[in-house]
Nanobody
Framework: QVQLVESGGGLVQAGGSLRLSCVVS????????MAWFRQAPAKEHEFIAA????????YYADSVKGRFTISRDNAKTTVYLQMNNLRPEDTAVYFC????????????????WGQGTQVTVSS
């Protein structure tokens, strides 16, 4: 029932910023975890950040901590990823996902996925 639609990706120079949005339709459980993953060519999904749908706990991969910020707006049923000081190695397709079980950094544990939005960072 849950559907996710990402937007906000694009081409940006190194050091620049982007804000990704993920609009959630359906009715996520209050215990749901909202997360961002990314996938570079020929690589597996990499955990980026997560936030509880009801609550304020956040989790970040070490590679983005201090540069990326995950947030949510429950009234708009939207999750955001503010990406600052972007680097070429951040280039990937970025996905939002929902875990209806427990908190996990493993992509296999997530139940719903968006279509992804491309982020390309040039040197």
């Amino acid at each position: 029932q849950v559907q996710l639609v990402e937007s906000g990706g694009g081409l940006v120079q190194a050091g620049g910023s982007l804000r990704l949005s993920c609009v959630v339709s359906g009715r996520p459980f209050s215990k749901s975890i909202m997360a961002w993953f990314r996938q570079a060519p020929a690589k597996e999904h990499e955990f980026i950040a997560a936030i509880k749908w009801n609550g304020y706990s956040t989790y970040y991969a070490d590679s983005v901590k201090g540069r990326f910020t995950i947030s949510r707006d429950n009234a708009k049923t939207t999750v955001y990823l503010q990406m600052n000081n972007l680097r070429p190695e951040d280039t990937a397709v970025y996905f939002c996902a929902v875990d209806n079980a427990v908190m996990s950094r493993n992509s296999d544990d997530y139940d719903y996925w968006g279509q992804g939005t491309q982020v390309t960072v040039s040197s």
